[in-house]
């Protein structure tokens, strides 16, 4: 574990986060006290500022703070966006577009017509800063992650296997202490996927878009060369089979407004409040 890197919570205590956060997101300019946000949150406050510290590494009233400075910024930054259709085209830019480097390799036309025949992966599910979560890998990268809400690993199980009804699949007793590896970040990830190549143009243009920023589906549909199709934009970064690493999240409707989440516009949330938390130079943001 790295120092100063929040740890995965249980499920119960992640509900409670996402709750804080939800409240907080609508209260920040109102400066609410501690005791309001654990309240919302429905822990007590001293518990509740322990709890919120282990998960970001900023007490309450100091990410209220930061959520004020992040409000400011978007306002000042609101004509940005042939900057931000820059970052997602992976052009130069004045971001950070961090050291993760993935590579994206479909699977072979005969792997996607037999539904993965011959393709052995290896899943099982851990704990993560956003709730539990599932992953599967083949021998070439990463094949799926995804948050498992109220569904059992067997559930999750199911669901893969009929994804993939040619794959062999097998117990990853491992795939909690990778899962704790991609969430502190610092490392590279091998991505195997399906997907038409226009889903595959749009994954690898959210690639681009830094930890702590965010884009749109206009902006990426210009990124991708196809001006005018943010609908169909939208419909790939729904199909993105790989929470976090291709980091959909960080999509916004042309408004500002959070716009939908394939797990949950809740968690979609906490998940740009926790990367708004940590400064630049954090590995965790990577």
């Known amino acids: 574990m790295l120092a100063g890197m929040p740890i995965a919570l249980k499920q ?18 109102e400066r609410p006290a501690l005791a309001e ?13 322990r709890l919120f510290r282990r998960w970001s590494g900023l007490s309450p009233l100091r990410y209220l703070r930061r959520l004020s400075l992040v409000s400011a910024e978007a306002e000042l930054a609101a004509a940005a966006s042939v900057e ?29 017509k037999s539904g993965g025949n011959g393709v052995e992966l290896r899943a099982g599910a851990g704990d993560t800063p956003f709730g539990r979560a599932f992953l599967a890998r083949s021998r ?18 199911a669901a893969l296997a009929d994804a993939w009804p040619g794959a062999r699949i097998v117990a990853d007793q491992q795939a909690g202490d990778v899962l704790g ?27 681009a878009v830094p930890p702590g920023e965010t884009t749109d589906y206009g902006e990426l549909a210009a990124a991708v ?4 199709a943010a609908r169909a934009v939208g419909n790939a970064v729904g199909a993105n089979p790989v929470a976090w690493i291709i980091p959909c999240h960080r999509v916004l409707r042309r408004n500002g407004a959070l716009g939908g989440y394939r797990w949950g516009a809740d ?7 926790w990367e708004r938390c940590r400064p630049p130079t954090d590995p965790a943001a990577v």
């Open 37 to 49: 946000i654990a309240a919302a949150a429905g822990v007590a406050p001293a518990h509740f500022g």
């Open 140 to 157: 070439r990268g990463i094949v799926e992650l995804g948050f498992a809400g109220a569904r059992s690993d067997s559930e999750l199980l």
């Open 181 to 207: 590896v991609i969430f502190r970040g610092g490392r590279e990830h091998v991505l195997h996927l399906r997907g038409t190549n226009f889903q595959q143009q749009v994954w690898r243009a959210l690639l």
């Open 84 to 112: 931000q259709a820059a970052w997602a085209a992976g052009l130069s830019g004045p971001g950070r577009l961090h050291d993760l480097f993935v590579s994206i390799e479909a699977v072979t036309p005969g792997e996607f």
């Open 267 to 273: 968690r979609k949330r906490v998940m740009l409040a």
């Open 225 to 228: 060369g196809r001006p005018g």
């Open 12 to 29: 119960s205590d992640y509900a409670r986060m996402e709750r804080a956060i939800a409240f907080m997101d609508a209260h920040y300019r």
